[in-house]
């Protein structure tokens, strides 16, 4: 809350009572025009400093229950907004020079090797730090512009057509899905798992009996008054430590969404509104028309984002995740789930593991076993051996794979221990 003005706060000596007024007038007129001039002119520059600004308040709110405050982002019915989003990854990947992002865009792109397919492009979020600009009119358009320093990229959703614009290199991806797929319930969600609110969905499938599910306080995100919920497991083997949620006092939308390792240090994610406001956007927000001389790219009918937040070409998420996995696997292990056809689940709640085989040969080491890059794959893993024979450990701060000799895989968001105890379990 604002402070309160005092009257009796003068410089310069003492004032009549109409030159008091009239300074007063002065200054809020001053203040009106200056501070929002002000606020975008260093807005690029001061980005970062923004959420530790806006939460830096703790708002005297209602008391307010756990089960109370699930049910309040359950009842969320935001239709529309917009606003900007600052992401930040930190998945302790290696720094292979360029390789990582270029290894993920490319396994993504699959056959057309369209720069501007989302698909493709939003791998990029799987690291580093990103600043996203997101508007929705309901279910029917939604659109998420990535920002960066010389270029933007954008998917905009508009009724039955999707597309994808690279500005860095004037390509353009059209696709189409059913209008009729936004109106299902659990459907509208917006083409990039990266706001707070498509990042706490997918976390809160996690809660179940292995959970601890607390109110930590109040905080302001954005200008905006926030109840903290806080999920933590209650297993020991998990690499999640905490999940905390800054959800909207007034809406029940998910403000900021930080995850935090077992392991401690920074967060593996952090997305949260440094902007955000409830006005219907502009109907021209969601309007596209392909740049003159872009490459344009045509995918299958019903390829694009059917509004669930799954990717296009058929593609089924992790078990326990039911979304786009932007984040290298960041569903996987959040709650198990029935998995797909060829998967099974080991173990449950947040110490699950997914487990599948590949039909082929491990990781090969070695100059003999895959040459020079069966040796580089091999130096990036630890080796380990249990009943299930011997493989590789493959591992980040949140989502670890162990990869057997004889083509097994072992995925989940749980340390190395509990991978090999999983594939003992499962051999």
Known sequence: MAPKESDATMTGGEATGGEADDLRLRRRKAARYVVPVTVIGVAAATIGLVPALADSGDPDLPKITAQQLLDKIAASDVQQLSGTVKITTDLGLPDLGGLESGLLSGAAQGGDGSSADPQAKLTELASGTHTLRVAADGPDRQKVSLLERAAEYSVVHNGKNVWGYDSASNEVYHSTVDESAGKEPGKGRTPVPATPKDLTEDALKAVDKTTSVTVDGTVQVAGRDAYKLLVKPKQSGSTVGAISVAVDAETGLPLKFTLTPASGGAAVVDAGFTQVH??????????????????????????GHDGSGKGGRGAEPAPGHDGFDGFGGFGQGLGGGAGDEGMKVIGEGWTSVAAFDTGGEGVPSGSTAGGDLGGFLGSLGDKVSGDFGSGTVFSTRLVNALITDDGKVYAGAVTKDALVKAADAGK
């Open 278 to 303: 409830f006005a219907k956007p502009a109907a021209s927000t969601f309007d596209f028309t392909a740049p003159k001389g872009a490459k344009v790219t045509e995918g299958a009918a019903g390829e």
